[in-house]
């Protein structure tokens, strides 16, 4: 496009020899491409640059008939990106206002598609943070007693929100009321952000629950206002409003485990009480830490001068033994009681359940209760449709048949396979050599196609006995939520205890992830404390749990 290659052509440097007051750039720039200072909407220079940018697809009336293509916009950024970096951040004169807008006009061809001029420069001025001219170009549409959109108060809101620019934030969130009677999640959000830096932080609870109005409030939300309880000393508000966001499966960032230790203690039996409180929490809702926050606990803790403690980053042995202090984590295994309890409570909200037979049939359970009958003692139950898609571009029955073999003939388990029908009548996929072969090692159950396997697996599993396994990716996380407490963690102590969770075949071998014997969460002890953390290195699912540990020793 003539226009813009001639204004990037020069340089900044060339540019910035023509500028001799900032209110001059623009002059500038349009006297350097040999255009008049200002365009009128019909003016014959305004209709030959429209030309130049559209072609013949230009309405009468100035108008460009398509809309700017992303390049177009694009450049029509940059340009305007490197005009306002020029100009700095002050307040503009309405002059200089009319003359960007035009250029803007200009080169998009005021086309409707293109973004509108006031939020396209919001949107910079917010990545420049220029407050100052910000808020002249939300003056100069008030002069003209035009209302700038919502788009760009938000932007100016988001601005203030980084600074402690409180009466302007709220003034611009004044205007969004009266000229929009409302504000959306996001602009409630960097509100939130805003007002609690401030000495108003606690008018972020009226916030939130404007929030909680329009959706589910998320951690962004909610790490701000935690973060200022703490900062102000209210650590009670701190931890109702940390139980309230992890109700809703929102996860604090270390910004707030960090408050709490910034401003808390460890020479007092406050701080140390609600540290404790931290790690209960911590505890409670399988919450693993980050590195940072970990060291900054370990910096609080040794800081201590009542009591000498010491911390040490380490791992944990498959059988539960901590590798720097020697002692034993607590055991995943379910007490008979509450193995006992686990079970009716599986059968009768997950197996049997409101809908039972609309994933299977009275008949179908009866037949496969009289299988499983038929088959106990046994070993390990595997999930033969999920084993066998497990891996891609492998043969299905051939997976499962290498998984078959393993654990019956390498291992001497007796293994039973749950799978469903369409794996005895689709040969092409489930060669009938192979099943047959898998057959002979194991005993087979298949459900109908239209059958939902999930429950044939769990009542394998659970019904087997405390000591069956079963192998499985599927981490049935719709049925532990049916559950509910206390059965969803018996359940999910249980499911890491016992499932076996395929990770690849290694010459013909199945490799399982690691099925540790400890459990994975904050475990809290007299004279030590464990804590599992993120050092990073993987991301985290159900099988797959931090391998890293922060131990901590009270020294004698």
């Known amino acids: 496009m003539w226009l813009l290659r001639t204004y990037h052509s020069l340089g900044r440097g060339h540019l910035n020899q023509l500028i001799r007051t900032k209110t001059d750039i623009i002059s500038a720039w349009l006297h350097t491409t040999g255009t008049s200072r200002t365009f009128t909407r019909n003016s014959p220079r305004r209709e030959a640059l429209l030309l130049s940018c559209y072609g013949d697809n230009v309405l009468s009336r100035g108008y460009a008939k398509v809309p700017p293509t992303p390049a177009v916009l694009q450049q029509a950024e940059q340009t305007l990106t490197e005009l306002l970096m020029n100009l700095g951040n002050e307040h503009l004169t309405n002059e200089t206002w009319v003359e960007l807008q035009d250029t803007y006009r200009t080169i998009t061809g005021q086309h409707r598609k293109a973004l509108p001029f006031d939020s396209q420069i919001m949107k910079i001025l917010s990545d420049l943070d220029h407050l100052d001219t910000a808020q002249s170009l939300i003056d100069f549409y008030t002069t003209d007693s035009s209302v700038p959109s919502y788009v760009a108060y938000s932007h100016l809101i988001s601005i203030c929100s980084k600074r402690d620019e409180v009466q302007r934030l709220k003034a611009a969130y004044e205007a969004v009321l009266s000229n929009f009677k409302m504000a959306d999640a996001r602009l409630l959000t960097s509100l939130i952000y805003g007002f609690s830096k401030s000495d108003e932080w606690r008018y972020c609870l009226e916030l939130l629950d404007k929030v909680k109005e329009l959706s589910p409030p998320s951690s962004k939300n909610y790490n701000p206002i935690i973060s200022a309880s703490v900062r102000n000393g209210d650590n009670e508000l701190a931890l109702l409003l940390w139980e309230e966001m992890i109700s809703l499966n929102q996860t604090p960032s270390t910004g707030v485990y960090c408050a709490f230790m910034d401003h808390l203690s460890p020479d007092s039996e406050f701080g140390w009480d609600m540290i404790m409180r931290m790690l209960q929490l911590w505890k409670r809702n399988l919450i693993f830490p980050d590195q940072f926050a970990i060291e900054t606990l370990k910096t609080w803790c040794e800081s201590k001068k009542s009591e ?121 996929i489930w060669r009938p050599d192979v099943m047959k072969k898998i057959n002979s090692l194991a005993r087979c159950f298949y459900a109908d196609n239209i059958s939902s396997d999930d429950p044939f697996i769990l009542y394998a599993a659970l019904f087997g006995g405390k000591g069956t396994y079963f192998v499985s990716r599927d981490m049935m996380r719709d049925h532990k939520f049916k559950l509910g407490k206390p059965y969803d963690s018996y359940f999910q102590r249980w499911q890491q205890r016992n499932q076996m969770v395929l990770n690849k075949l290694s010459n013909f071998k199945p490799v399982f992830w690691p099925v540790f014997y ?17 050092d990073g290195s993987m991301a985290f699912s159900d099988w797959k749990l931090p391998l890293s540990w922060f131990c901590l020793q009270k020294n004698r």
């Open 308 to 428: 000498r403690w010491t911390g040490a980053l380490t791992k944990i042995s498959q059988r539960g033994v901590c590798l720097s202090c020697g002692s034993k984590l607590q055991l995943l295994e379910l007490s008979d009681s509450e193995y006992d309890e686990l079970k009716p409570e599986v059968w009768k909200k997950v197996i049997e359940g409101v809908d039972a037979f609309r994933t299977t049939t009275p008949k179908e359970m009866k037949n496969f209760q009289r299988f499983i009958d038929s088959c106990v003692p046994y070993d390990i139950v595997v999930d033969g449709l999920n084993v066998g898609y497990s891996i891609p571009n492998l043969n299905n029955s051939e997976i499962l048949w290498q998984m078959v073999k393993f654990l019956s003939e390498d291992c001497g388990k007796k293994v039973v396979v749950l799978g469903r029908k369409e794996m005895i009548q689709n040969k092409s």
């Open 518 to 534: 400890h459990e994975t969460v904050t475990q809290i002890k007299d004279t030590s404390i464990h804590i599992p953390y993120d």
